[in-house]
């Protein structure tokens, strides 16, 4: 069961780091140059907060 939890979180990260750099981009033109980057640095923190999350929920 534990991996449907990460699994269906990882879907909602990725789009909601989609959104997140989409609005950062309408901002700031710096970040339409490292969007790669951008993009990652996103997905990673709230991949770590929330897995670290789902970890301690479901432990």
Sequence with gaps: M??????LTAIVLYLA???IVRRLETA????R???????FGVL????LVS???IRRVVS
């Design 44 to 47: 990673l923190v709230l991949a």
């Design 33 to 39: 140059e490292y969007r790669a980057v951008v993009f």
């Design 28 to 31: 700031s033109d710096l970040v």
């Design 2 to 7: 534990e991996i449907i939890y990460f699994t």
């Design 17 to 19: 780091a989609d959104y």
């Design 51 to 53: 897995f670290a999350f």
